[in-house]
């Protein structure tokens, strides 16, 4: 696999979509990126990372309406300019970083609606990973420590959270097999064992 590609990962909350793709990464020898795009898109555009993590994964919602016009640069030093943006600004800002990278280097991208962004490139895999009820449960408490409702409403939440983002920017299905190369019970063979399946499953993808 010498030419460069990319690995799209989507994931449930709990489903280990996030351990998955590091360790997919680390195998594989790519770069990784989930929330580390964040902070690489502050660099490139100057906005606050506290701002884009704000409207991080999240539909358009407009905050004092968008202005291209404006100087990026201001903003890391001058918060309440970035109140003229809104998520369709960050997301194209996010974009042009993810588009950016794969034309860098082989990398692999969690969430962000990367395989939609990516959709033109030539070697790409977009897998979808999902886990049973009492292992996402399981998973998101040890690393939140929340009662069991709170949890089970939090994965409510973020599930929902992540589809409705997806589908307004890619037109598409979040979590539904046609988007997908690959969609696979991270529950069934646990996180190391479908780590390797995916390993495998993209090496083949990528031969075609």
């Known amino acids: 696999m010498e030419d460069k590609f990319v690995i799209n990962i989507g994931r449930q909350l709990g489903s280990g979509g996030r ?22 898109a502050s660099k490139e555009s100057g906005l ?18 968008s ?13 309440p300019y970035a109140n003229y943006f809104n998520n369709d600004s960050i997301f194209k800002i996010q974009s ?7 034309e860098e280097r082989s990398c692999l991208f969690v969430g962000r609606c990367a395989d939609y962004i990516l959709r033109d490139h030539p070697r ?9 009820r009492e292992d996402r449960i399981k998973r998101v408490r040890e690393y939140t420590q929340l009662s069991q409702t709170e ?11 992540r589809a409705e983002y997806y589908n307004y920017y890619s037109y598409k299905t979040w979590g539904v097999a046609e988007t997908y190369h690959l969609c696979i019970d991270s529950s069934i063979l646990g996180i190391e064992e479908t780590t390797t399946m995916i390993e495998e499953f993209v090496k083949k993808k990528l031969q075609q």
């Open 19 to 40: 351990l998955i793709g590091e360790s997919l990464a680390k195998r594989l020898g790519i770069s990784f990126y989930d929330k580390e795009l964040i902070n690489i």
């Open 48 to 65: 606050c990372p506290e701002f884009l993590e704000k409207a991080d994964e999240k539909p358009s919602q407009t905050i004092m309406g």
């Open 67 to 79: 202005v291209w016009g404006a100087r990026f640069s201001l903003f890391t030093d001058n918060m």
């Open 96 to 102: 042009d970083v993810i588009r950016k990278l794969a």
């Open 124 to 132: 790409a895999v977009n897998v979808f990973i999902t886990a049973s």
């Open 151 to 161: 949890t089970e409403d939090l994965i409510l939440r973020t599930d929902k959270k």
